[in-house]
Structures are given as C-alpha cells and as structure tokens.
C-alpha cells in the first residue's frame, strides 16, 4: 500500500518531490495520464471521467489515499467523486484547499465563517478548465470577503512545458501575465493554480514583479499531508514507490528527469 498522486501529466511531481521531503518515509505511487494530458483544455465530463477512471485504478493498486495533485482534476471530479460516495477505506483529496488556507491565514480545517483577510487583490493563474470552474473562486468565497479575484486562464502553458518546450511556455507565461495586468494593474498576490506552473515559478515571479507574494501548491500541500497522515496514519501505507504512466515510459522519464534534475524512471501503466 502506498499513498497515490495523480495528474494528467508532469506537473504533479512539483508536489510528489515536495512531499517525499517532508514525508521521507511514506511511500509514493505517481500515476501520469500522459496519453491523455493536458486535461486543461477537455470539457467538465470529459476530465471527471478521466480522473475517476485513473483514482480507481490508483485505489485497485493499493493506495487507499490518492492525492489529486492536478487542479483541473480537482475542479472537475474532486466534489462530484466525493458526494457520489468513495468505497469504504478509500480517500481522494485535491490541492486547492491548503492554498486556499494559506492564503486567507486559515488553519487547516478552520470552516468558521468567511471574514476579512490582508490581501485585497488577488490574481489566479490556472488551465481554462480550471478557470472556467471557478473552483478557486468558490473556495476563496467560502473564506475571506473583500477579496477582488481577477483570473486568468493560461493556455498552452501545459503543453508547452509536456513538450519539454521552456522558451513558449516563458514566452507564454509573459503574454498571460500581461494580459492579467491589463485587468488588475497592481495585484498584491499570485496563485499559481496549476501544478505544472512551479516549474515555471521564477518566470511568473519575475513578470508580476517582486513585491507580488506568489503562491504554489506543492509545500501547501505537503504540509497538509503530513498533518492528515499523522492524522490519519493507517493511510499511509508501506509498499513501494513508483512511477506509472499511460503514455510512452521512455519520453515520459526523460522529461521527467530534466524538469526534477534527478533520475525518474516510469513504467507503463
Ligand atoms: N497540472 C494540472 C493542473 O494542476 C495540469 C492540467 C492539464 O493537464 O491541463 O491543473
């Protein structure tokens, strides 16, 4: 048994790296749907579908938590798989929740009613999916008021980084940082909500200017994990890591070796 981390692709091992630092111990299964990333740009149906498919497998291979570490997974089937019931001994949890936390100084699970918080205006950077759920919205509503929200949906950042491509996705993360600007001139904060934006987290930081307190899931996550598994501790698991994929093992691991700048080896799924 061992804790799942799904994303259509990449991105997700922004998170799995963080959380093996601070979880040494916990053994990882990531499970890339590389055939089928990016998810961004599927329709609603299409990404629950998808997502509920790869959880499933996830949970059929012995890991009774699976962390969707995918946003575009979470807006799309984390809510919908919870209300219709999960098998019993089974989790799936999403990652926008402890940035969501992070960013409206909450305390993990603190649901007391939404109330003023220090930033005033912040800017969402996310798949179009994601941006068309208006997920991270409906989480920042639940706990803060006063807060102007303007997103901004960052096509072809995805691909471009599955692509291994890094010259488009900066050129691209400029161009949507600037047409956020045009929006909201002066946010005081960035949420990178989408787990293949870390790898691109000096060039956001770099176009928003430095006095914007960006925030990215992967230590938010991390953090939170850790804090469910002491929780939660039988959840944990001790088989193997290992590294799974729908798409070609052999593209897959040398992308994924270049981005983490360690050896990654995937095996088909
Ligand atoms: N890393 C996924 C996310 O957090 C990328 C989604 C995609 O495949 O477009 O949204």
Redesign the pocket.
């Known amino acids: 048994m061992a804790v799942g981390v799904f ?3 990449l ?2 091992l922004t998170v799995l790296d963080a959380a093996r630092a601070r979880l040494p111990d916990v053994p990882f299964v990531y499970y890339a749907d590389s055939a089928h ?5 599927r329709d609603s149906e299409d990404i629950y579908q998808r997502t509920k498919k790869a959880v499933e497998y996830l949970w059929a291979n012995g890991c009774d938590l699976v962390i969707l570490a ?3 997974a979470s807006a799309a089937a984390l809510r919908r798989m919870q209300e219709a019931g999960v098998p019993k001994g089974k989790r799936v949890l999403g990652v926008f929740v402890p940035l969501i936390e992070a960013l409206t100084e909450r305390e993990w699970g603190d649901n007391s009613p939404p109330r003023e918080v220090a930033v005033k205006e912040v800017a969402i950077f ?2 179009p999916a ?1 941006i068309a759920s208006r997920a991270f919205q409906r989480e920042l509503a639940f706990r803060a008021i006063g807060v102007d929200v303007e997103a901004q949906a960052c096509g072809g950042v ?1 691909d471009a980084i599955e692509d291994g491509d890094m010259i488009l996705a900066e050129a691209l993360v400029r161009s949507h940082v600037e047409a956020l600007k045009r929006k909201m001139p002066e946010p005081q904060a960035a949420i990178l909500g ?3 934006y870390p790898l691109m987290q000096d060039q956001f930081q770099d176009a928003l200017g430095a006095d914007v307190k960006v925030f990215s899931q992967a230590d938010l996550v991390a953090e939170s994990l850790a804090d469910y598994l002491g929780r939660r501790p039988e959840m944990a698991g001790d088989g193997t890591s290992k590294f799974l994929t729908s798409g070609d093992p052999k593209q897959v691991s040398s992308r994924a070796t270049q981005f983490l700048r360690r050896q990654i080896t995937f095996e088909s799924a």
């Open positions: 994303d259509s692709g991105g997700g990333a990016p998810y961004g740009v995918c946003n575009t996310a798949t994601t995805v989408c787990t293949h």
